[in-house]
């Protein structure tokens, strides 16, 4: 009879190999979402503090729908949407088959557009935080408007911003076991899968749950280094 420890374990009726592989499909997963939701939330924030009054209102309209739906629906939305035009375009080759969108593809857009809302609030608030005189200053020397951003409002934004960033890239991290309802074989579907075949679910949950912790603090000791990074010579209170 096979013992709890091997059935952990990285040998032939181990299931450790599939759990990490699983784990390494939601970072993946959870990193791609990030440069989606960074590129989006960068653009919608830049929208409301520079655009005129339709590209505020096109702005502020997108972060209150996709902050008030749930990410499982915006995933079936982009998977299911995506594979009927798909299905669609080909039927004008004479293709009568069903053609699925990639489920990786799909709950990595979701997961970046529902981020990318919460991110453009996070990149408002850090360009707000930036005081006015360091932008003053920058003018009085002489800068133009690309050199400003490159040497002062970038890296500004940036120390501001990322606290909140970590506390967006948790939410994509946790957000990734969606993509299970895809078919991905990330770390939730291969623990549902582990589930099932050794009728031990409790004991394979709890494992997910250690595995995801551990990729939280990991990640979070990541964020708070860049941090520290980025706040030198910056008095802590």
Same mark, same amino acid.
């Given at each position: 009879?096979?013992?709890? #420890?091997?059935?952990?374990?990285?040998?032939?009726?181990?299931?450790?190999?599939?759990?990490?592989?699983?784990? &390494?499909?939601?970072?993946?997963?959870?990193?791609?979402?990030?440069?989606?939701?960074?590129? !989006?939330?960068? $653009? +919608?924030?830049?929208?409301?503090?520079?655009?005129?009054?339709?590209?505020?209102?096109?702005?502020?309209?997108? $972060?209150?729908?996709?902050?008030?739906?749930?990410?499982?629906?915006?995933?079936? #939305?982009?998977?299911?949407?995506?594979?009927?035009?798909? $299905?669609?375009?080909?039927?004008?080759?004479?293709?009568?088959?069903? !053609?699925?969108?990639?489920?990786?593809?799909?709950?990595?857009?979701? !997961?970046?557009?529902?981020?990318?809302?919460?991110?453009?609030?996070?990149?408002?608030?850090?360009?707000?935080?930036?005081? +006015?005189?360091?932008?003053?200053?920058?003018? &009085?020397?002489?800068?133009?408007?690309?050199?400003?951003?490159?040497?002062?409002?970038?890296?500004?934004?940036?120390?501001?911003?990322?606290?909140?960033?970590?506390?967006?890239?948790?939410? #994509?991290?946790?957000?990734?076991?969606?993509?299970?309802?895809?078919?991905?074989?990330? #770390?939730?579907?291969?623990?549902?899968?582990?589930?099932?075949?050794?009728?031990?679910?409790?004991?394979?949950?709890?494992?997910?749950?250690?595995?995801?912790? +551990?990729?939280? +603090? $990991?990640?979070?000791?990541?964020?708070?280094?860049?941090?520290?990074?980025?706040?030198?010579?910056?008095?802590?209170?």
């Amino acid at each position: 009879m096979t013992s709890k #420890l091997d059935l952990f374990g990285f040998g032939p009726d181990g299931w450790g190999a599939i759990l990490l592989a699983g784990g &390494a499909v939601s970072v993946a997963a959870a990193i791609c979402g990030l440069m989606i939701a960074c590129v !989006i939330g960068a $653009t +919608v924030a830049n929208a409301k503090l520079n655009g005129g009054r339709f590209a505020r209102s096109v702005a502020e309209g997108y $972060t209150t729908v996709l902050r008030g739906v749930p990410e499982l629906l915006v995933i079936f #939305l982009i998977y299911f949407g995506s594979s009927s035009i798909l $299905t669609s375009l080909a039927t004008l080759f004479d293709y009568r088959g069903f !053609i699925a969108f990639p489920g990786f593809l799909a709950g990595v857009l979701a !997961i970046g557009v529902v981020g990318g809302a919460v991110m453009s609030e996070v990149f408002r608030g850090a360009f707000l935080a930036i005081g +006015v005189g360091a932008v003053e200053a920058a003018k &009085a020397c002489g800068m133009n408007k690309f050199l400003r951003f490159r040497r002062i409002v970038a890296p500004l934004t940036l120390r501001h911003a990322l606290p909140g960033m970590g506390n967006v890239w948790l939410s #994509l991290l946790k957000g990734s076991s969606l993509l299970s309802a895809t078919g991905v074989a990330e #770390l939730m579907r291969q623990t549902q899968v582990a589930a099932g075949s050794t009728r031990l679910p409790f004991d394979f949950y709890l494992a997910a749950a250690g595995i995801y912790i +551990v990729l939280a +603090v $990991t990640t979070g000791m990541i964020f708070q280094a860049a941090e520290r990074y980025f706040s030198r010579g910056i008095a802590r209170i």
